[in-house]
């Protein structure tokens, strides 16, 4: 291996691990919501991008932050859509249907971003494209730092408002112990409504940073980014927040270092026998989930 | 009249399909990877026939026999996850497959030039049925003698010793343990089973389209193999084949007229076809009190 | 009451029998019919070449419509039916019109990946009794994969021809622009258009003086182009060729821009001169030079690109359905040659007719000039090179034919 070939490696990993950002903000989502339901909820990846979309309505009329914010705006208002009508209404013994619910609901979002853009690639503004961080010959994006910090920031808001908040304590209550938290006083319904809609917010971020990091929004884009998320949700440990945040940045990582390794049709393969790997080795995930049953 | 024995040919690769998710939902495991066995049929049957002369019973049987293998050799290591981590790494595999479909390349010279799977150009050229004067009436009832037989061979599947304990494992596996089942044998012997039927939908479908490519095979395909048993009511088969006719010949065939609104009214049917009926249209007739089960 | 009541039904029966009668009096109609993704992310394909099919028609019924083989005049009708870029819809979509009554012909698909399929249930060999393949013929305007008419004698494109394009392309670089010395390549891999030309691509730089230093490879629903890029990059190629369709070429057009990627020349996919990688990264596509086979730059093609203005002011003509509306005014000379009924109980004469029509054809009327016909039934198209500038596609070149 020369000089170049490690610069390449290291630099791969490095362009990887930040775009991985995305990835775990997505992980974060989906755990979130298995973690108080032990439901999946397969169209939120889909609602993500989905939220960026509706964030295409303000562009031209405020800057760019508020586009992203406006975007997570949209992300909640999605997720609340979402779980009064996949989730509210079907039986808890029932979570087949959920699954069907959620795809059916995956189908039309998707559609609906095509037939309402003619299936045209949007553009999607980035904040601090021309500004880079040059360490020797390694370069960091700017705009990835930004979506990095903003993606950080993301996970600590939530774990203030999960930690600090009654909000928060009624989450992890319902999680860990749903017959319990109700027994509290907790009304189960309203928890898990803003459950969805925390995780729709954290959702509508991501889909607003997967629009910056690539530059163009495309419905093309939903179905690999609930896959990887998927995946990353698996790696970090179903229902582990800290879990699907490590799992992101190294999914992230490694996809970059298989491509290069291995080029962009084999790519994929690898990552899935990564995640064949720890389904082997680690079947519970990076952290187990605290508590509970199941 | 030819339309609509095509669309019945359509319907009938569907109820396979649906056919094969059936039986490994029974054992209560939601498998994603009933489009990878799809392909594995597809492409084995397709080559035997194009590139080898073979006649078309003896390929689909071959082709459904591999993707069993494969399916039996996969059924193992599935045990060890559950749940939603099924889900993921059966999607992770059947994507490993759709790749693996994407870079085989494997060509033999004919008459009419080299003919085979050709990588991400696809494989066509798989025109036994037209090259032999099939008409679109004697495929579709092939495709039917095919689908009633292993209709038959499930019925009878489900009203034997095999059908309860699949049943039962997928009803409350610490029970049936209890009771002396043995998980490893039902679970994998679901997979198999499944396995084998989708890869006789998938040699099927290829001499159906004549042209393959790994799209074909996506996780959207995955997807509509478990909606049908999932729509249908896992209770019954008859309820796979509604489905199959439902989704295929209504909703996408039948809504033609609406135009664009055909996609989106797609996916809000399935949501709202899970809110009214979570148990699947055909439901389950639960026993009344007392009485005996024959 | 009841005179009343009478004198009403009788008065409505008149009416509606002298309705029913100027109905029979009216004109005969003539459908062609059309195939393609109409929703969907290449919805827009679909939805662009039904529009040009129906301008076309348009103006072919406003000056009398055309002329049925036992002398009558008829309009012509289109109907398009959405196959949403997926086969199995596709193959439903033309059995569909095959099975109908009053279809002698179709326009489509859009996508190479239903076009194959579709191509393979037509019978391979006309004439041929031990075929039950479906006997319908079809004249295709989008799908662009090289060499598929070649499936079956029933099937007809009206499509660029790559190979030539990118060989003249290659071939005046050479002479125009001949201190361009390096090329590297960019290449959609999952996708089977972009895949094949990538290679004819490729063949025709290398065939004229570029050095070939390598290619970067995604795929179609990639999101993350540094490494790619940063190939190119290294490489410093004077010349960059992305085989890809306008999602990733904007994404990977955007990473250039951002880790300072700037080759002296850019050339794109043919399908990619377009509005959608103008919408999409228009910034960052400006000088993108592309081969094309429409541009408004003769009378006719300026006649066609206001005519789907008029269907729908958000539509454009571009390559994709300038083929279609050509197509409308080919099969309408067609149908005046070969003496076409149009009645239910012609049909199969009808199509077969219409085939024959097709294949005896040795020219057509393209927008850009003559378009010729090869003998395994593709189109040799007049094209040009246009470049990304402004808000549009402006043209470089125009390339002895």
Redesign the interface.
């Known amino acids: 291996m020369t000089a170049t070939d490690w610069l390449d490696l290291t630099q791969s990993w490095i362009d990887g691990v930040m775009f991985g950002t995305t990835y775990a903000l997505i992980g974060i989502g989906f755990t979130l919501i298995f973690g108080v339901m032990h439901k999946i909820n397969l169209a939120y990846a889909a609602a993500s991008i989905g939220a960026a979309y509706l964030s295409l309505l303000v562009i031209e009329l405020v800057p760019t932050p508020l586009v992203y914010l406006f975007s997570a705006f949209a992300g909640g208002l999605l997720g609340a859509l979402i779980y009064f009508v996949c989730f509210r209404f079907i039986p808890i013994k029932s979570p087949l249907a959920t699954l069907m619910s959620t795809v059916g609901m995956l189908l039309v979002i998707e559609e609906l971003m095509s037939h309402l853009t003619q299936g045209m690639p949007q553009n999607y503004p980035a904040m601090l494209t021309d500004i880079g961080l040059e360490i020797g010959d390694l370069y960091i994006r700017g705009d990835l730092m930004f979506v990095f910090a903003l993606g950080a920031i993301a996970m600590v808001l939530l774990n203030l408002l999960l930690k600090r908040t009654r909000l928060g304590l009624a989450t992890r209550a319902v999680a860990q112990q749903p017959v319990a938290a109700q027994l509290c006083g907790m009304g189960i319904d309203k928890t898990n409504a803003s459950t969805f809609i925390i995780a729709g917010f954290l959702g509508g971020t991501a889909g607003a940073m997967v629009g910056a990091a690539i530059g163009v929004l495309s419905p093309l884009v939903a179905m690999p980014i609930t896959v990887k998320g998927l995946v990353v949700t698996v790696i970090g440990g179903l229902g582990s927040i800290p879990g699907a945040i490590i799992a992101g940045l190294l999914v992230g990582g490694f996809e970059n270092i298989f491509q290069y390794w291995r080029g962009v049709t084999e790519r994929d393969i690898y990552v899935m026998l990564l995640l064949f790997v720890f389904l082997v080795f680690r079947p519970n995930g990076l952290f187990a989930p605290p508590g509970g049953r199941d | 009249m030819d339309f609509y024995f095509g669309l019945a040919q359509v319907i009938g690769i569907h109820t396979l399909l649906g056919f094969s998710a059936w039986c490994v939902l029974q054992t209560g495991q939601v498998s994603m990877l009933q489009g990878g066995f799809f392909a594995i049929g597809a492409y084995s049957a397709g080559m035997l026939t194009t590139m080898w002369q073979w006649p078309i019973l003896p390929a689909l049987l071959v082709g459904g026999l591999l993707a069993g293998i494969v399916a039996v050799i996969v059924g193992f290591p599935a045990l060890r996850v559950k749940g939603l981590m099924l889900v993921v790494a059966t999607m992770a595999f059947a994507e490993v497959v759709r790749l693996g479909f994407f870079n085989l390349t494997w060509q033999v010279s004919s008459p009419d030039g080299m003919i085979g799977p050709d990588g991400s150009l696809g494989f066509g050229g798989i025109r036994y049925f037209p090259s032999n004067g099939w008409s679109t009436l004697e495929v579709c009832v092939f495709i039917w003698i095919l689908v009633a037989v292993v209709f038959l061979v499930l019925g009878w599947l489900d009203r034997s010793r095999a059908g309860i304990i699949w049943r039962a494992v997928g009803e409350d596996e610490l029970a049936a343990q209890s009771v002396g089942i043995n998980l490893t044998t039902a679970k994998v012997s679901a997979f198999g089973v499944g396995g084998v039927i989708a890869g006789l939908a998938g040699g099927v479908f290829a001499h159906y389209a004549t042209h393959i490519e790994h799209s074909n095979f996506n996780i959207l395909l995955a997807t509509f193999a478990i909606a049908y048993p999932i729509i249908g009511g896992l209770a019954s088969l008859w309820g796979v084949l509604l489905a199959a006719a439902f989704v295929q010949g209504f909703l996408i065939e039948g809504l033609r007229f609406l135009g664009d609104w055909r996609s989106l009214l797609f996916g809000a049917l399935i949501v709202v076809v899970m809110l009214v009926r979570p148990d699947g249209v055909l439901r389950r007739r639960e026993p009344k009190a007392g009485a005996r089960h024959a | 009451m009841a005179f009343t009541i009478r004198h009403t039904a009788t008065a409505l029966t008149a009416a509606t029998l002298a309705l029913c009668g100027s109905a029979i009096a009216a004109e005969k109609t003539l459908k062609i019919y059309g195939f393609g993704a ?7 394909f679909g ?1 662009q070449s039904e529009a040009a099919m129906q301008a076309a028609a348009n103006i072919i019924n406003k000056n009398g419509g055309v002329t049925l083989g036992d002398g009558s005049k008829a309009q012509l009708a289109i109907e398009y ?2 196959d ?1 870029c997926n ?3 596709g ?2 979509a033309l ?2 019109i ?2 109908l009554n009053d279809s002698v012909v179709a326009v489509g698909p859009t996508c190479s ?1 239903v076009a ?2 579709a191509f ?2 037509l ?2 060999k006309a004439g041929d009794s ?5 006997q319908f013929p079809l004249y295709t305007d989008v799908a662009a ?1 090289g060499g598929l008419a070649s ?1 079956s004698e029933w099937s007809f494109r009206n499509v660029p021809n790559e190979a030539n394009m990118y060989k003249s392309l290659f071939e005046w670089i050479k002479v125009a622009r001949p201190e361009l010395k390096t090329f590297w390549g960019g290449v959609e ?4 258009h972009s ?2 030309t990538y290679k004819v691509i490729e063949k025709n730089a290398a065939a004229n003086n570029l050095q070939v230093l390598g290619a970067s ?8 182009f ?3 890029v ?1 190939e190119m990059k290294r490489a410093k190629a004077d010349v960059v060729a992305i085989s890809a369709h ?2 990733t070429t ?2 990977v057009l ?2 250039m ?3 300072n990627v700037r080759p002296k020349m850019i050339i794109g996919l043919t399908s990619s001169s377009s ?2 990688t103008l ?4 910034a ?1 596509a400006q000088g993108l030079t592309i081969p094309t086979a429409f541009a408004p730059v003769t009378d006719a093609a300026k006649e066609a690109a206001a005519a789907i203005q008029k269907i729908n002011p958000k539509y454009n003509m571009d390559l994709h359905n300038a083929a279609a509306y050509e197509n409308i005014f080919t099969l309408k000379a067609l149908i005046e040659k070969q003496k076409i009924m149009g009645r239910p109980d012609t049909l199969t004469e009808d199509r077969e007719k219409m085939r024959q029509g097709l294949a005896a054809m040795q020219q057509t009327e393209g927008l850009l000039g003559k378009v010729g016909r090869t003998n395994d039934r593709e189109a040799v198209k007049p094209f040009l090179f246009v470049q990304a500038k402004g808000n549009d596609w402006a043209v470089l070149h125009t390339p002895a034919q």
Do not use: H, Y
């Open positions: 109409k929703s969907g992310v290449v919805g827009i939805q039916l959405d949403r086969a199995e819809e193959i439903n059995r569909r095959a099975s990946n194959e399929p393979g249930i019978q391979k031990s075929d039950s393949g479906i994969k499936i891999k999952d996708f089977a895949n094949f490879e995604w795929l179609l629903n990639d999101i993350n540094s490494n790619q940063r306008p999602f904007c994404g955007k990473e821009a951002r880790q509005m959608e919408t999409g990264c228009g960052q």
